[in-house]
């Protein structure tokens, strides 16, 4: 069992930076995917970013690359999600979720609570 926490959410103007957490409990993090996805008010929710567990690997979004981050932290098992030059359109909840253990032949997936950003113009 794997217990997500995020963090770091909160309300930013626009333009500004946020660095989301994502910390895992109960079990070694190093062999699991994890992604971000976010939920905007109304809308459907949609994938942000990835970073894959052994090579590290990372993809985004079209709509944040180049101005989100996504990175692990295996010694602390945590993933961080560092999201610069942020706009209006970037307010949501943001959600973390984690696929894993890769290297195992059960796998199984889990989601955190989500952490709200605001972003205001």
């Known amino acids: 069992q794997v217990q997500l926490v995020e963090s770091g959410g909160g309300f930013v103007q626009a333009g500004g930076s946020l660095r989301l957490s994502c910390a895992a409990s109960?079990?070694?993090?190093?062999?699991?995917?994890v992604t971000w996805y976010r939920q905007a008010p109304g809308k459907e929710r949609e994938f942000v970013a990835i970073?894959?567990?052994?090579?590290?690997?990372?993809y985004y979004a079209d709509s944040v690359k180049g101005r989100f981050t996504i990175s692990r932290d295996n010694a602390v098992n945590t993933v961080y999600l560092q999201m610069n030059t942020l706009q209006p359109e970037a307010t949501a909840i943001y959600s973390c979720?984690?696929?894993?253990?890769?290297?195992?032949?059960?796998?199984?997936?889990?989601w955190g609570q989500g952490t709200k950003v605001t972003v205001s113009s």
């Open positions: 970073i894959t567990w052994k090579s590290g690997s990372t």
């Open positions: 979720y984690a696929m894993g253990p890769r290297d195992s032949a059960s796998v199984y997936d889990y």
């Open positions: 109960g079990r070694t993090f190093s062999s699991y995917d």
